[in-house]
T-cell receptor, first 114, second 115 residues
Framework: AQTVTQSQPEMSVQEAETVTLSCTYDTSESDYYLFWYKQPPSRQMILVIRQEAYKQQNATENRFSVNFQKAAKSFSLKISDSQLGDAAMYFC???????????FGKGITLSVRP | DGGITQSPKYLFRKEGQNVTLSCEQNLNHDAMYWYRQDPGQGLRLIYYSQIVNDFQKGDIAEGYSVSREKKESFPLTVTSAQKNPTAFYLCASNSLREAGANVLTFGAGSRLTVL
């Protein structure tokens, strides 16, 4: 069975500062993918970033980057130059190559202070 | 524009009634999913379907039923057997043939409240 753990329910960051959201996971698969999804107050789920497990290079999308530590089964999201629009719930998710479904963590609510 | 349409956005139900949530996609995606979201619980998988006329139970299938008669449609019925149906329901889909096939596209969700 796959598990995803987000142990921090809430975090806060000052506008323009950097924040890191933590996620750990467990899987017996060798071929898997990791994701961060954002859910703003509208509740529309939006893909933030994706990481293939076979890639050693950490994924980056503009102000969003990940720190993928495969041996430690850790997958954290770093948001640089935080903006008010980054305030949302963020979910870490895990999928395997053998099956298309995703397992989600419980999410973390990020607030951004002006 | 391609996407996933969920309806209704808000639904109220009396105890003992079955209700059906609609999910339609025009992305030509193979697989479709239903997730339930509760505060502090994240997203939990109810049912999923990777091909027409076939579907699989997820982690919390009890009290729910689905059908997949068309590739574009994956309706979810919340039956009276579901003990705590008040929740936010999300439908999602993805392609099984493209690179990065695990990437899910989500609908806007349906909020079900049992009175």
């Amino acid at each position: 069975a796959q598990t995803v753990t987000q142990s921090q329910p809430e975090m806060s960051v000052q506008e323009a500062e950097t924040v890191t959201l933590s996620c750990t996971y467990d899987t017996s698969e060798s071929d898997y993918y990791l994701f961060w999804y954002k859910q703003p107050p509208s509740r529309q789920m939006i893909l933030v970033i994706r990481q293939e497990a076979y890639k050693q290079q950490n994924a980056t999308e503009n102000r969003f980057s990940v720190n993928f530590q495969k041996a430690a089964k850790s997958f954290s999201l770093k948001i640089s130059d935080s903006q008010l629009g980054d305030a949302a719930m963020y979910f870490c998710a895990l999928g395997s190559g053998a099956n298309s479904k995703l397992t989600f963590g419980k999410g973390i609510t990020l607030s951004v202070r002006p | 524009d391609g996407g996933i349409t969920q309806s209704p956005k808000y639904l109220f139900r009396k105890e003992g009634q079955n209700v059906t949530l609609s999910c339609e996609q025009n992305l030509n995606h193979d697989a479709m999913y239903w997730y339930r979201q509760d505060p502090g619980q994240g997203l939990r998988l109810i049912y999923y379907s990777q091909i027409v006329n076939d579907f699989q139970k997820g982690d919390i299938a009890e009290g729910y039923s689905v059908s997949r008669e068309k590739k574009e449609s994956f309706p979810l019925t919340v039956t009276s057997a579901q003990k705590n149906p008040t929740a936010f329901y999300l439908c999602a889909s993805n392609s099984l043939r493209e690179a990065g096939a695990n990437v899910l596209t989500f609908g806007a969700g349906s909020r079900l409240t049992v009175l």
